[in-house]
């Protein structure tokens, strides 16, 4: 049987029009973009086509806007380091409890250290950022704040725009890793007061490895990577051709599906999971259903084990992942759940299903068909559930007056 991925929240497929547009700057296109020769200027246009491809689906609209990274991860941390360093006289950094280990990882070191003060912005039940609060911890000493155009784990979306006007009226830069939300949901940078953006190649069917910077136009930005004059100085070293001409393919191409995105996708995703939460008592939706990404659903499954749920699953051909991929292999539910409330008892169980555009109903079928009994079987080995069945007599919220 065909596997079933639904994991793409955790990676996605090189799309084939990606492996098409790369394959030449491999063999034939292989010059270096800062030779003077014919072999550096061929590679110097590709890049130019590249740019101009992710501009169009960011909505930027200026040139040299785009610094090119090794990943979602190396465009986060270069825009904290930087701003710290450009904002003299500001030394505060906001973010929030849900962000990505890129950030958060980021942010502790700076705390542990001395080089930052943190303030981490709680979320509510739904995984809405808590914007009082948020209000209140922007200052004088804000350098900047990152937070997260959608999440990982829950494709809660948050407003980013708003976010972005706030920290400006108290002269705070704006970041905001959309390494899950580019690609997914239409965006229009040069509309917002967003300073600095994050993408990821390998979360929209480019490879692993490339991802960008968006820095707008009169932003300052301190390189982290020092080096030669690649990128404007911006970041230093050798640029990844093949990967970057396929971050701009990838970003062609998603332009051109965020329609089928936003419709299609988001039906496949809204039928499996209408279909777990009738089928399967004790579940619910974690995050915040009304506004969230098209391709990601976060089921809790409550009184069992996700890594028991995602074992059973990959014997079935299905994958998913419960909690997010970096933290799994440790036993603490993820962060975000936590950070949500989420009881115990449930964010064990949570999984996330993630979709994209090459996913199919037959797709929705075959999980729709193994779940159900996966989760009973499990649940009739759980003592956790044989207890709730005493406490609980039928009151399938007691245990959850969040969710009730
Ligand atoms: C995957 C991911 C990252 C890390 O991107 P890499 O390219 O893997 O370094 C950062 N933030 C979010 C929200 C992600 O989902």
Known sequence: MEP???????????????????LPYFSEQFGNASSMHAFGAEVGSALATARKQLQALLGAEYDHEIVYTSGGTEADNTAILSALETQTGRDEVITSAVEHP???????????????????????????????????????????????????????????????????????????????????????????????????????????????????????????????????????????IPGIVGLGKAA????????????????????????????IPNSFPTGDVD??????????????EGEAILLLMNREGIAASSGSACTSGSL????????????YTAAHGAI??????????????????AMPPIIARLREMSPFWKEREKLASGEASAFNPTYA
């Not at 089928?260 to 496949?268: L, S």
């Not at 969230?292 to 409550?302: D, H, I, K, S």
């Not at 603490?332 to 009881?343: D, G, I, K, T, W």
């Open 4 to 22: 079933v991925y639904l994991d793409n929240n955790a990676t996605t497929r090189c799309a084939p029009e990606v492996v098409q547009a790369m």
């Open 102 to 240: 890129a950030v958060l990882a980021l942010v502790g070191h700076l705390e542990k250290t001395g080089r930052a003060k943190v303030h981490v912005i709680g979320v509510d039940a739904k995984g809405r950022l808590d914007v009082e609060a948020y209000r209140k911890a922007l200052g004088p000493r804000t350098a900047i704040v990152s937070i997260m155009w959608a999440n990982n784990e829950t494709g809660t979306i948050f407003p980013v725009e708003q976010l972005a006007e706030m920290a400006h009226q108290a002269g705070a830069l704006f970041h905001t890793d959309a390494v899950q939300a580019v690609g997914k949901i239409a965006m229009n940078l040069a509309e917002s007061e967003i300073d600095m953006l994050s993408l990821s190649g390998h979360k929209l069917h480019a490879p692993k490895g490339i991802g960008a910077l968006y820095v707008r136009k009169g932003t300052r930005l301190r390189p982290m990577v020092r080096g030669g004059h690649q990128e404007r100085g911006r970041r230093a070293g050798t640029e990844n």
């Open 252 to 279: 062609e191409l998603a332009l051109a599906h965020l329609e089928d995105e936003r419709t299609r996708v988001a039906a496949m995703r809204d039928r499996l999971e209408q279909g777990l939460l009738e089928a």
């Open 291 to 304: 506004n969230r990404l098209p391709n990601t659903a976060n089921v809790a499954f409550e009184y069992i």
């Open 332 to 343: 603490e539910p993820s962060h975000v759940l936590r950070a949500m409330n989420v009881p």
């Open 352 to 369: 996330r299903f993630s979709f994209s555009r090459e996913n199919t109903d037959a797709d929705v079928d075959r999980a729709l068909e």
